[in-house]
């Protein structure tokens, strides 16, 4: 079945600087790549998400590519802000279903 | 917040105990999912249903059994857990079943099995 490997598990930043989150995934059928933030003691909640047939995608500070022919997709946070700190998960859709990748604790430090 | 709601938000259960959980959704959507989250796997795909209909069960073990009896409540009935079950029971909801559309999370049940 679909796998999803996520990297890295922990990142830690100064305010300010960029962060990038990389996934790759196995089942060349996925077709919709979203990004979720869950904040401690919260639900997890979409922050931006990409489909096959774009490769970029950007919503002001955040925004994430995809490689379709490399199985792979990135998360890229730009002047992080303490706010941002947070575990982030990338998922590739299987089905009805998706799959998510084991998490990135994000901390930024200011 | 309040489009997913779940109840309990919290529950301690001895190992013989019998209950359920609960998740509604007020968004109008065809398509709803069981996750659990324990430190070892952040969000582990339980069962997901799409019109009512179970179409994928993630190889669970039997002692979970869902219960979507239309398409804005889903139930997990819970008996003879395991300690190892202990962690939090996120449910979600999406437009439909096709996995192409944003999935709304609850806020969850902390289970504690004793």
């Known amino acids: 079945g679909e796998n999803v490997e996520q990297h890295p598990s922990t990142l830690s930043v100064q305010e300010g600087d960029s962060a990038v989150i990389k996934c790759t995934y196995s089942?060349?059928?996925?077709?919709?790549f979203p990004w979720y933030k869950q904040e401690l003691g919260k639900r997890p909640q979409l922050i931006i998400d990409i489909r096959s047939n774009v490769g970029e995608k950007k919503d002001q500070r955040i925004a994430v590519t995809l490689n379709k022919t490399a199985k792979h997709f990135s998360l890229h946070i730009t002047e992080t802000q303490p706010e941002d700190s947070a575990v982030y998960f990338c998922a590739a859709s299987v089905g009805p279903a998706l799959i998510f990748g084991k998490g990135t604790t994000l901390s930024v430090s200011s | 917040e309040t489009g997913v709601t779940q109840t309990p938000r919290h529950l301690v259960m001895g190992m013989t105990n019998k209950k359920s959980l609960k998740c509604e959704q007020h968004l109008g959507h065809n398509a709803m999912y069981w996750y659990k989250q324990s430190a070892k796997k952040p969000l582990e795909l339980m069962f997901v249903y799409s019109l009512e209909e179970r179409v994928e069960n993630n190889s669970v073990p039997s002692r979970f059994s869902p219960e979507c009896p239309n398409s804005s409540h889903l139930f997990l009935h819970l008996h003879t857990l395991q300690p190892e079950d202990s962690a939090l029971y996120l449910c979600?909801?999406?437009?439909?079943?096709?996995?192409?559309?944003?999935?709304?999370f609850g806020p969850g049940t902390r289970l504690t099995v004793t």
């Open positions: 979600a909801s999406s437009q439909d079943g096709t996995g192409g559309y944003e999935q709304y």
């Open positions: 089942d060349s059928a996925s077709n919709y």
